[in-house]
C-alpha cells in the first residue's frame, strides 16, 4: 500500500524556475525521503530529513517537513532541464521498509 | 566504487513460466531489499534480506520468493508468473545502520 501521496502529480515549469512538490503521509514516521527516477530506471536518494527536523537542505534542494500535518515539501530551486524526472516521497516507521508515494512527474522545458 | 548492480535488463516471459532476477549489492552493503514498480506508481516492497536472513516481506503472494548469498548477492524468484506479474522490480541495497537506500538500475519484466 502507499504510504505518501504526492502532490501535483504531474508539474511542468520552464528552466530556471523553482519547482515544488508535496507529500502527505498517514501514520507518524521515523524519517522521510525524497527519491529522483530518471525515465523507468533505478531511483536516486536525494534527502533524508528525520522527525525531528523541520528543514534540510542539500546544493539546490530544499526539504520541509511538518509532522503534525503530516506533510513535506521538496524545492528544487532554479530548475534545470536535467531535472526532469518524477520525484517520489518515502517513509519508514518503526521498523518497517521504506513506503512509497506514487510521485510527481516533473518536465523543465529549456 | 560500483554502484547496485541488477541483471537481467530486460526480460520477457509468458504466463505460467518462472523468473529469476539477480542483484549485486554495492560492496560493504549486507542489506538488500527488493521492489515492484508498475507503471505509473511508485516502487512496493517485496522483500528485505539482511546477512542472509529475510528482515520483512511485503504483500506479495507465496509465488514469489527471494534468498541472499553469503556474498551479499540475492535473487528474487517469481513462479507461475501472470500478466500482472509485468513491472520494473528493483533491488537496493543499504549499510545496516542506516535508512537511504541505493537502487540498481532494475529489471524490465514483461509477461505476455
Known amino acids: 500500500s502507499q504510504q505518501g501521496e504526492e502532490d501535483p502529480q504531474a508539474l511542468s515549469i520552464q528552466e530556471g524556475e523553482n519547482a515544488t512538490m508535496n507529500c502527505s503521509y498517514k501514520?507518524?514516521?521515523?524519517?522521510l525521503q525524497w527519491y529522483r527516477q530518471n525515465s523507468g530506471r533505478g531511483l536516486v536518494h536525494l534527502i533524508l530529513i528525520r522527525s525531528n527536523e523541520r528543514e534540510k537542505h542539500s546544493g539546490r534542494l530544499r526539504v520541509t517537513l511538518d509532522t503534525s500535518k503530516k506533510s513535506s515539501s521538496l524545492l528544487i530551486t532554479a530548475s534545470r532541464a536535467a531535472d526532469t524526472a518524477s520525484y517520489f516521497c518515502a517513509t519508514t516507521s518503526g521498523n518497517t521498509p521504506l513506503v512509497f508515494g506514487k510521485g510527481t512527474r516533473l518536465s523543465v522545458i529549456a | 566504487d560500483a554502484g547496485v548492480t541488477q541483471s537481467p535488463t530486460h526480460l520477457i516471459k509468458t504466463r505460467g513460466q518462472h523468473v529469476t532476477l539477480r542483484c549485486s549489492p554495492i560492496?560493504?552493503?549486507?542489506?538488500v531489499s527488493w521492489y515492484q514498480q508498475v507503471l505509473g506508481q511508485g516502487p512496493q516492497f517485496i522483500f528485505q534480506?539482511?546477512?542472509?536472513?529475510?528482515?520483512g516481506r511485503g504483500n506479495f503472494p507465496d509465488r514469489f520468493s527471494a534468498r541472499q548469498f553469503p556474498n551479499y548477492s540475492s535473487e528474487l524468484n517469481v513462479n507461475a508468473l501472470l500478466l500482472g506479474d509485468s513491472a520494473l522490480y528493483l533491488c537496493a541495497s543499504s549499510l545496516p545502520s542506516r535508512d537511504e537506500q541505493f537502487f540498481g538500475p532494475g529489471t524490465r519484466l514483461t509477461v505476455l
Open positions: 560492496s560493504g552493503h549486507k542489506s
Open positions: 501514520t507518524s514516521i521515523n524519517n
Open positions: 534480506y539482511y546477512e542472509k536472513e529475510e528482515r
